[in-house]
């Protein structure tokens, strides 16, 4: 298992594509073998290529098939440095960068980049049960300063719940798209995130009052953000980090940057492992094919 940040004793792990592939096929020996052939699910792993042999009729699965590594045609390793970089940025790493980089295409790096946005996504799994801050906010469109709610038609509407510790710091954050500012709307991250146990805190909002019978919540006047500071630090960093990666070209998918940005927060205490992680949940996640993936850019 690859830990740390270090980019040396990266580059000295994955030194070619053969040893990106052990990697994988080490990760893939923990996933169920049913041969794509014949059904059969014992197998044994192979030194050339890493690939698992079905014991019976000997067909080889490469260790990215049925991965997020699926087809990935500019070589593992180049993929497994562009995964290290997103998970180590906290700075905008935007496809035209990586396309320089690693002599490929913007239309290549922009596919494969989304794939590991796929990834990326949470499990929903384990809900925020302590102290969580709630707030909207508008992004794109023209900008103002008016803080909150917007009826600019060109700015998209989004909603944040951010954790807390006992000692006021942001533990996770996750964020969602909203239609609107109805109660209907704001529930979804509600129900989503949030523990009916924990203790959320919004502004005075009247959507947020319906919540109120399932939820503990309490309202306070936002003082033009100065009530909730670390909530409205969160946005505004997903804000400017978003300007910086987030083009026109990508319309319609701004929640796998969502994704993006609460990974990297709501991993960052794990910065040593979340490499590793983020490499095995691309070999458990389901292939994606292109046309899945729309308004690629051009
Ligand atoms: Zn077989």
Redo the contacts with the bound molecule.
Sequence with gaps: MFEGENIIEFQKKFHNNDACQSYLADIKATKVFQ?K????TKFSIRTKGHGRE?H??H?VESPTANTLFHKVKFGLQKAFMIVFEMTATTKGLSASQVAKRYSITRKTAWYFMQKVRLAMASSNSFPIEDIVQVDEFVFGGVETLKQGRSKDSNKKKLIAAVELTNTGKVKRAYFQKIDDYSAKSIRQIFDTHISKTAQVYTDKWTGYNPLGKEFNIIQKYSDKGNNMKQIHTVIHQLKSWLRNVYSWVDQGHIEKYLAEFSFRINRSIFKQTIFDKLIQRMVLHEVVEFKMIKLAPK
Aim: aromatic residues 0%.
């Design positions: 041969c052939k014949c059904g059969n079905c019976l009729c067909h």
